[in-house]
């Protein structure tokens, strides 16, 4: 940066659009939402094709549904990978302070349908914290396979439901992790 302004801006971007355009869509929201007028000459466009991002390698949150019965819960999360639909389901306690750790569950149990059958899954812990103005959903998870043991985490942030934040934040921590125990 220059002062206040950006001395460079890179868009990463799907094709479809000109790369002028985009350009101009780049200054439109600069001077919209930042009062800053940015110089065409120092947005550089690159367009990729998603594909060629590995973003079709990963599940995608389809559903998130609560069933309760008395004082119990059930909750169920649909994900879509590979033009598949994984349906997973965890059932507790019917208390606000264990929904999203049956929703991160319920995430694990759609997963491991299309995952190595020899790869165990655990939720660690999850947690909504306030970082700065935002609350982010994070989840760890425990991986054990071929006789090791990992733990990532993964994190999101919370919009309107937190349920699917919470799905995504298990989703995320599990992204590097999943083709490496993909079936074959």
């Known amino acids: 940066m220059n002062g206040s302004a950006p001395a460079e801006v890179h868009v990463l971007t799907s094709p479809g659009k000109a790369p002028k355009q985009v350009v101009r869509d780049v200054q439109s929201v600069a001077m919209a939402g930042f009062s800053s007028q940015i110089d065409r000459r120092i947005v550089s466009v690159v367009q990729v094709?998603?594909?060629?991002?590995?973003?079709?390698d990963r599940p995608a949150v389809d559903d998130v549904a609560e069933e309760i019965d008395g004082s119990r819960m059930t909750i169920t999360v649909t994900l879509t990978w590979h033009d598949e639909r994984l349906v997973g389901r965890a059932t507790g306690p019917a208390a606000s302070t264990t929904r999203l750790r049956l929703v991160a569950e319920a995430t694990l149990a759609s997963l491991e349908q299309a995952l190595d059958s020899n790869a165990a899954f655990a939720v660690a812990s999850v947690d909504t914290p306030q970082i700065g103005a935002h609350r982010v959903a994070v989840a760890v998870v425990?991986?054990?396979?071929n006789g090791e043991e990992r733990v990532v985490s993964g994190s999101a942030l919370v919009?309107?439901?937190p349920s699917k934040a919470m799905v995504r934040a298990v989703l995320d921590g599990l992204n590097r992790q999943v083709p490496q125990l993909k079936r074959s």
């Open 142 to 145: 425990v991986i054990v396979a």
């Open 49 to 56: 094709d998603p594909g060629d991002l590995g973003g079709g």
């Open 159 to 161: 919009g309107p439901d």
